[in-house]
């Protein structure tokens, strides 16, 4: 008789845990924790589990399902290591999404190696390289940032609207800088700008003055470095200004951040540059959220919590938290018709959907994916004064 009430007691726990395990609903992030954007990703990642946990909060995915974030480091940089990351985001820890990656080359690798294979919906907050947009992803991948197709075009116009018309260009040697350099390249040409060099940089230098000798014998009014803030894009920014080389940059996003204030301060004043943003109202809702919690304004850090909203309210559509399911409604519930919805109605919004309603995400940066599931894109232009950003416009 005792060994009859153990076994059912066990039974009874066992059935117990399998109950909370099915209430429970794990979503990966997955970014560059160290690495070249490492400044970045804590802001990125506090981004992505605001939304969860604001879901959570509501009770209302699928009759009350919990969210956990599961956390992983892509590095930003090694393949091998994030692939590695996002298998044991599936297979060990049973995720049912994954926020990331962060950085285009490890993005395309776990897309490939990982997510394809195992079915997985991923939405990058960050990779912008253009190469993915026609990376082969049976409907899994999709992005909250822009393809640098078109933050190529926003850079040539900034720097030409500004009356800067011969620029030298430094990138990162990998996917995202190579694509984003070449993206502006076509882009400045085709408005009359010339593009005195363009070459790439390895990260990780202790010295790069032969690099900056390079770019300052081919001259330019003004060098755009495509690098990354916390790696080698500031190695060359350093060695431009000691040298004297160059004295003003332009910075899209991978450089963009607090990093730059910190490293450079007012040695930089009449730099500018661009990265993701939108001055919608959702822009507003998420910094107020925010609070000091994170630093809103951090790039990527708004485009991540849209990201995790959406794979969200894409699983109450589907009512399922199967990547199968839910990933052929990510694009409706990021698109109109419906009622609009910003940073801090996400429990509405599950609301609506559940009644049978239709929602359109707009969330903290003004989502609307186009094409392949990819953000169309916003894009703040900045100017650096007294050793800060400025917002100037927004484009």
Excluded: W
């Excluded at 899994?140 to 900034?158: C, H, N, W, Y």
């Excluded at 720097?159 to 502006?184: P, Q």
């Excluded at 790439?200 to 690099?211: L, P, V």
Aim: proline share 4%.
């Amino acid at each position: 008789m005792k060994k009859l009430l153990l076994a059912t007691a066990a039974s009874a726990l066992t059935a117990g845990a399998a109950a909370a395990d099915n209430h429970e609903v794990k979503i990966g992030v997955i970014l560059g924790f160290t690495g070249p954007i490492e400044s970045l990703t804590p802001h990125m990642a506090a981004g992505a589990e605001m939304a969860m946990e604001e879901v959570t909060e509501s009770g209302n995915l699928l009759d009350g399902r919990t969210v956990t974030p599961v956390r992983a480091d892509s590095t930003c940089i090694d393949s091998g290591a994030a692939t590695s990351a996002a298998e044991r985001l599936i297979t060990a820890e049973g995720v049912k999404g994954i926020m990331g990656a962060d950085c285009s080359g490890v993005t395309g690798a776990v897309l490939t190696n990982v997510a394809v294979p195992n079915g997985m919906v991923m939405i990058s907050p960050s990779a912008t390289s253009p190469a993915l947009s026609t990376t082969e992803d049976n409907g899994l991948f999709f992005r909250t940032a822009p393809s640098d197709a078109r933050q190529g075009e926003v850079m040539a116009k900034i720097l030409m609207d500004r009356g800067i018309e011969d620029v030298a260009v430094t990138y990162t040697n990998n996917d995202y800088g190579k694509g984003l350099a070449d993206s502006f390249e076509t882009s400045y040409e085709d408005l009359g700008g010339t593009v005195t060099i363009s070459a790439a940089h390895e990260d990780g230098k202790a010295d790069y003055s032969a690099e900056v000798a390079s770019l300052a014998s081919a001259g330019g009014e003004r060098l755009l470095v495509a690098g990354y803030v916390d790696q080698g894009g500031s190695g060359i920014v350093r060695s431009a200004l000691d040298s004297g080389a160059f004295d003003t940059f332009h910075f899209p996003d991978g450089m963009i951040g607090e990093a730059l204030e910190e490293n450079f301060g007012e040695e930089i004043d009449g730099s500018t540059g661009q990265h993701p943003g939108t001055d919608s109202p959702g822009k507003d809702r998420f910094q107020e959220m925010v609070g000091d919690k994170f630093q809103a304004t951090s790039p990527f850090a708004p485009e991540s919590y849209d990201a995790a909203a959406l794979i969200m309210l894409a699983m109450q559509a589907a009512e399922s938290t199967d990547p199968g399911d839910y990933k052929d409604e990510v694009m409706d519930v990021a698109n109109a018709p419906g009622e609009k919805i910003y940073p801090g109605d996400l429990g509405k919004a599950l609301e609506i959907i559940a009644e049978g309603g239709d929602v359109d995400y707009v969330g903290a940066t003004a989502v609307e994916l186009i094409g392949p599931g990819e953000s169309a894109g916003n894009y703040r232009e900045i100017i650096f004064e007294g050793g800060e950003m400025q917002t100037v416009q927004y484009h």
